[in-house]
């Protein structure tokens, strides 16, 4: 398996964050601003010509934010794939994805690929697979990182994969197990009758980290985040930390204390 690195990014400024009456708004797409952070990450991301592969939720501001974020990218022909397992948390109408037939019509096939994105992947209805329970989240997380790892695993050719991911705020910590500078006061709440997760909070909007996969598929793997400041040694510290899910993903979690852009 070739040296995998994963580019979490939380997707820029959505309509749905500009206040808690937004977040009645399905689907909500990026505000202005929200352009304007694309912009920003575009201009400041350190690895644009080592991506090989472009991920996304398929929300309508998380695949925004990966056209306009990592546009030479597409430009030069890499597609985004929408990621199902990678969406937000909450059953909120604002983290309710939209149908795959209406994102098909809105988003250009030939720059996203929605092949993932399946009838019901947007029905968080108590009993449905998406259903944000505590459990369910830890599976669709763990899901997901299986799914990366087995990306990379196919470019058997490649010495390095960058992979970017561009996910929401609540998820990457479920994502990570990192929950280092989680702000409940930002939404994030459990239902103790329920076992729900509603509202996330955590991750500023725009915010990108990288994180590198260490070892070989099939085995115990460390999950590091790097030092963005030192892109040409791609420098991985890692830090005593919780191991992974059980479940064998092959991700163990340790990391750098959490390294945050400042959100305007």
């Known amino acids: 398996m070739p040296k995998t690195y994963i580019h979490l990014v939380r997707h820029a400024q959505g309509f749905h964050n500009i206040s808690k009456e937004n977040e009645t708004i399905h689907d909500?797409?990026?505000t202005p601003f929200g352009?304007?952070?694309c912009a920003a990450l575009r201009k400041n991301f350190p690895y644009h010509d080592k991506v090989t592969h472009l991920v996304a939720s398929p929300m309508r501001r998380t695949l925004r934010t990966c056209l306009l974020g990592?546009?030479?990218?597409?430009?030069?022909?890499?597609k985004v794939v929408a990621l199902p397992e990678v969406q937000?948390?909450?059953?909120?109408?604002?983290?309710?994805?939209?149908?795959?037939?209406?994102?098909?019509?809105?988003?250009d096939a030939s720059?996203?690929?929605l092949s993932l994105v399946k009838e019901g992947w947007n029905d968080k209805s108590a009993g449905s697979p998406w259903e944000p329970t505590i459990k369910g989240l830890e599976n669709r997380a763990r899901k997901a990182r299986v799914w990366l790892r087995d990306l990379a695993a196919q470019s058997k050719d490649a010495d390095e994969v960058h992979i970017v991911?561009?996910?929401?705020?609540?998820f990457i910590h479920f994502f990570t197990e990192d929950w280092d500078g989680m702000n409940p006061s930002k939404g994030m709440c459990m239902s103790p009758s329920a076992g729900q997760i509603h509202p996330p909070g955590g991750w500023t909007c725009s915010t990108n980290v990288s994180f590198a996969i260490k070892g070989l598929a099939g085995r115990t793997q460390s999950f590091g985040r790097m030092s963005s400041s030192i892109p040409a040694e791609m420098?991985?510290?890692?830090?005593?930390?919780?191991?992974?899910?059980?479940?064998?993903?092959?991700v163990a979690a340790r990391y750098h204390s959490r390294r945050r852009s400042r959100e305007s």
């Open 235 to 250: 420098t991985r510290t890692p830090v005593s930390g919780r191991r992974g899910p059980a479940g064998g993903d092959g």
């Open 28 to 30: 909500p797409d990026l």
């Open 70 to 78: 990592f546009a030479p990218e597409v430009e030069a022909g890499k």
């Open 165 to 170: 991911v561009v996910s929401h705020g609540g």
């Open 111 to 113: 720059k996203v690929d």
């Open 88 to 107: 937000e948390l909450s059953p909120l109408p604002c983290d309710i994805g939209s149908d795959p037939s209406v994102l098909a019509r809105d988003f």
């Open 35 to 37: 352009e304007e952070q």
